[in-house]
């Protein structure tokens, strides 16, 4: 295996984590079509391009993906999967594999499948170096599978689950370096408490700011439409003193001040998606127009 391929890997990654979809896909179609690249760089590849449709909603199309690294992982794998924490990086066979087990059950997840993500997440813990304790020693699989774990709890209705599942990985990302990694982890938990009930607008704005900081534009647009979900009612923090005065034994909400939070963040959700479409292949165009759940309308006005 030549530095350069995988080299080409690592930057097909690293561009997809600023946004750059069209400029990582074509590192990325060259790994799973080229001669000579190793089987696992191949479903490594196939992995990356399933993970960058899936962030801007398309989970059909990642699903595609995520099933051919599957078919060239599984028989390279063996039938053992390695000790947890064994590789910290996950860039071997094995992790490969969890990576596509677990990418399909976040597919099922876009198909609003919980029983079948947990099957999926069930098959991949071993392969991703998570015991049944779920309480995994530190690696990229490990964190990248904990979220997913939040993620169908949630939609299974179990936020508690998720709180747990994503405070978990904000605890073991940091020691990974990847500032992406320790970010998307807390934009997770930040979901996951919110859906408990806690306040974490804060929270979720500054996740947004530290994202853009960082150039994970991706991130950065993912926590803006989280931050403006989150403000579609009142909570008792946003009532207070104000020149209206007392009504009906509480403060009148300050619905000035709110929509201009709200306003403010719909434009710079605009601005991310809109950088984040150029930056893109005609494929992901395709998903980011097709993901009305994700698109605010009038993001892409292309």
Known sequence: MSDDVAGNWDRAVDLG???HYAAAESLLRALRTGPGVPGHLRAHAA???ASHLRQVGSHGRAAVHDAAAVRVARPLAGDRAPEPGSDRAGTGVAAALGDALAGLAADAIGRWDAV?????????APWCGVPDDERPPVSRTAVRWLWVRAETALLAGDAGAAVVASGTACTL???LGSVRHAV???LVHAVARSVAGEAVDGELDAVADDAGAAGLLPLRWAALVAAGDTITGPRVDDIGPGPNGRHAGGWL??????RTVAQSRRHATMIAANVVYLRSDPVTRAGMRESAWLMPPGAVPY
């Open 184 to 186: 998307k982890s807390r």
């Open 116 to 124: 079948g993500a947990r099957r999926l997440l069930d098959r991949a």
């Open 253 to 258: 909400p300050d619905t000035l001040g709110r």
């Open 17 to 19: 984590g600023y946004g």
């Open 47 to 49: 992995v990356t391009r």
């Open 173 to 175: 990302a940091p020691s």
